[in-house]
Antibody
Framework: QVQLVQSGAEVKKPWASVKVSCKTS????????ITWVRQAPGQGLEWMGW????????NFKPSLQGRLTMTTDTSTNTAYMELRSLRSDDTAVYYC??????????????WGQGTLVTVSS | EIVLTQFPGTLSLSPGGRATLSCRAS???????LAWYQHKTDQAPRLLIY???SRATGIPDRFSGSGSGTDFTLTISRLEAEDFAVYYC?????????FGQGTRLEIK
């Protein structure tokens, strides 16, 4: 069965970086993309960006460009999201999700369990 | 950027009732590339509808989607207790991908 298992909760200080992993199984990683979505406390879902499992191409939300990196390791079918220069408003639950497209950002049919990232001094 | 506006913000209904949730886009969504998700507290979002009207795998037929262009609707007929949650529309036809702000469906 399709599974996406994310790394555990993180507490970071302002200006630090965080890297969240998303280990996948149950499907052919190269045939899909991975999308990252976050939800700040009391807020809605925010699309952050997408990475192709096939060739590593990315598509980011413009406001996060410059602070955001997404990578994949096809040997372990794992995706990574790194956010730098953290601010308090980056405090959120971060989700990875299988994206149905491997060539551009599409919709997401399976989701990880979420990773809480807390930014606090 | 395509801005999605969902209404109402909160919908209060009784089990057995019918829910109609709306999602309006600031510009036409290409190729009806619109999805709906259900999100419950402390759970991952769940895909309900993609392509504006196609049900995702395992989604009961009481969930249906319709619409095109700038106006889309999610209808839930015969509400069950498990359906009370927050619902988001998402467009993936334009870049960047965007979500609506959500509609909370609560038990009346």
């Amino acid at each position: 069965q399709v599974q996406l298992v994310q790394s555990g909760a993180e507490v970071k200080k302002p200006w630090a970086s965080v890297k969240v992993s998303c280990k996948t199984s149950g499907f052919t990683f190269l045939n899909y993309g991975i999308t990252w979505v976050r939800q700040a406390p009391g807020q809605g879902l925010e699309w952050m960006g997408w990475i192709s499992g096939y060739n590593g191409n990315t598509n980011f939300k413009p406001s996060l460009q410059g602070r955001l990196t997404m990578t994949t390791d096809t040997s372990t079918n794992t995706a990574y999201m790194e956010l730098r220069s953290l601010r308090s408003d980056d405090t959120a639950v971060y989700y990875c999700a299988r994206d149905t497209s491997d060539f551009w950002s599409g919709y997401q049919d399976y989701w990880g369990q979420g990773t809480l990232v807390t930014v606090s001094s | 950027e395509i801005v999605l506006t969902q209404f109402p913000g909160t919908l209060s209904l009784s089990p057995g009732g019918r829910a109609t949730l709306s999602c309006r886009a600031s510009q036409s969504v290409p190729s009806r590339n619109l999805a709906w998700y259900q999100h419950k507290t402390d759970q991952a979002p769940r895909l309900l509808i993609y392509g504006a009207s196609s049900r995702a795998t395992g989604i009961p037929d009481r969930f249906s989607g319709s619409g095109s262009g700038t106006d889309f609707t999610l209808t839930i007929s015969r509400l069950e207790a498990e359906d009370f949650a927050v619902y988001y529309c998402q467009q993936y036809g334009g870049s960047p991908v965007t979500f609506g702000q959500g509609t909370r469906l609560e038990i009346k």
